[in-house]
């Protein structure tokens, strides 16, 4: 029963009959004189701190058929070197071998399923390896292999799909940790407080890198997040001091709350075409962050995202996003953000008092950013955008009762539309013409003379080609993609001037064409 021989200190060596199936909680604590017991098979548990503070028991062998160890059980027996634990062990109590000091070794079978809270804190234990069966790891402030003060490496085996939530929280000696190419997600705090960490490896296999992976891994200084993971939850990189460079893969569609507080190294960061949202105090505090680039994908910018951030002078927000929460640039001292006219960012930058660019016009319409005179956010989501127009207006043709308004609306906005490209297309061709001539040392008029009235860019350089030998190998108009980090294209406005007198003509399939290039 419970405490059975508790502090028996004469006590050397016991036999523990076949008839018995549990060690209960206590029963052989504090003997300090026992240095052998035998364990019968019939032995299924051994409760809470059984064997705790036997200073004398050097050596133990667990019998098949038991499937727990109690938290403590063998906690203080500080002369252990060496135990055997079987393969139907399926979990293992908190600080089970806590004080163990002289311990080098513990082989954790393949079958455990829990592990306790600290359960090699204070042993000598250096490396370890965690079955891949583990799918548990209890914390008592932090997780289940915290408190080893030499534990340096940290191996999880091959066939463990999911790194369970507070695995090596606290674990601040570890500074190698193998992930096999079998994990897919790594749980809640898995790495918090591993302060030795300096880099770590993450396989191509995760897809999920839960809340407060990495927090406070003040000695992390680069990491690669791999293609598949769609998401940089909150808290990842929490106050990860040391944090030089990061690369956040193109699968990524948000960044969460506190995502990258503190990381007060970071001095420059890309987030990749795709992230639509960036969470509350996501970059709060990277007073080395200088310079970001946000996407054409963001559409949301939340509260105190940028708090702080007091070197950051260089950001360009796109015309469509359309939310920027109350104070996400606070404290951003040397900012001068580059915004687009008709934005939410240019309303915000003037409504909180932030120096600002304009640096091309938003079209609210068709969701396009325009800047000398090239639209820079045209891509796949554009196409789509013309084709429900095109739905809308085809349903509206049928429908006399809308004809005169709804309809007529679109028609206006449709010609307007045009109308902007040709204005556009108009700017860009004489900012082109001209550039030329000055390459040249020729006036403009003397280009635009040998000029057709609907030219395109490719009979400027044939002009140009004529008045001196050379060619340039330049996009035809209307609408021409490159692959330059974000999409671009050009216009011709010989192409636009036409104006629609019908809904089949409003965007017809050559329109359509012309536009995406597709």
């Known amino acids: 029963g419970d405490s059975a021989f508790t502090g028996c200190t004469s006590l050397t060596s016991i036999t523990i009959p076949n008839s018995v199936t549990s060690i209960e909680q206590g029963a052989f604590y504090n003997c300090t004189g026992l240095t052998n017991i035998t364990i019968p098979a019939s032995i299924t548990s051994i409760e809470s701190y059984v064997f705790e503070s036997c200073t004398s028991l050097t050596s133990i062998t667990i019998p098949n058929g038991v499937t727990s160890i109690g938290g403590g059980a063998f906690s203080d027996c500080t002369s252990l070197t060496n135990i055997t634990i ?94 096999p190419s079998t994990v897919t997600s790594i749980g809640d705090n898995a790495f918090d407080r591993c302060t030795s960490l300096t880099n770590i490896t993450i396989p191509d296999s995760v897809t999920s890198i839960e809340s407060n992976v990495f927090k406070f891994c003040e000695n992390l200084t680069s990491i690669i997040i791999p293609n598949g993971v769609t998401s940089i939850e909150q808290g990842a990189f929490y106050y990860c001091t040391g944090l030089t460079n990061i690369t956040i893969p193109g699968s990524v569609t948000s960044i969460g709350d506190s995502a990258f507080t503190g990381c007060t190294s970071l001095t420059s960061i890309t987030i990749p075409n795709g992230v639509t949202s960036i969470g509350y105090s996501a970059f709060e505090g990277c007073t080395s962050l200088t310079n970001i680039t946000i996407p054409d994908s963001v559409t949301s910018i939340e509260g105190y995202a940028f ?98 308004s709804q309809y007529a609306k679109k028609l206006a906005n449709a010609n307007a539309l045009v109308e902007k490209y040709r ?87 050559n329109f359509v064409n012309d536009i995406l290039n597709s």
Do not use: W
């Open 86 to 179: 079987p393969g139907s062990v399926t979990s293992i109590g908190g600080a089970a071998f806590k004080n163990c000091k002289s311990l080098e070794e513990l082989i954790i079978p393949e079958g455990v399923r829990e592990l306790g809270a600290s359960i090699i804190a204070d042993t000598c234990i250096e490396k370890i390896k965690i079955p891949s069966t583990v799918t548990i790891a209890d914390r008592d402030n932090f997780g289940a292999l915290y408190g080893d003060d030499v534990l340096t490496e940290v191996e999880f085996a091959e066939g463990m799909t999911r790194i369970p939530q507070y695995m090596c929280s606290g674990a601040n000696t570890v500074k190698k940790i193998v992930i």
């Open 307 to 404: 708090d702080s951030c007091k070197n950051l002078k260089d950001i360009t927000i796109p015309g469509n996003v359309t939310s920027i929460e109350k104070y996400a640039f606070f404290g951003c001292d040397s900012l001068v953000a580059n915004v687009y006219n008709n934005s939410t960012g240019l309303t915000y930058c003037k409504d909180y008092n932030i120096d600002y660019k304009i640096v091309g016009t938003y079209d609210e319409f068709s969701d396009i950013q325009i800047e000398n005179g090239t639209c820079t956010n045209i891509d796949e989501s554009t196409e789509l955008k013309v084709n429900q127009l095109k739905e809308e207006l085809q349903e509206l043709k049928g429908d006399s009762q809308v004809k005169n």
């Open 423 to 509: 204005k556009t297309a108009e700017t860009a061709a004489n900012r082109y013409i001209e550039s030329k001539a000055k390459q040249l040392g020729v006036s403009i008029t003397e280009i635009k003379n040998k000029l057709d009235e609907n030219y395109t860019f490719d009979d400027v350089d044939k002009i140009c080609e004529q008045l001196r030998s050379y060619k340039m190998n330049i996009n035809k108009l209307p609408f021409n993609f490159t692959k330059n980090n974000i999409s671009r294209v050009a216009m011709n406005e010989s192409k636009q001037t036409k104006r629609f007198e019908n809904p089949d003509d409003v965007l017809d399939e």
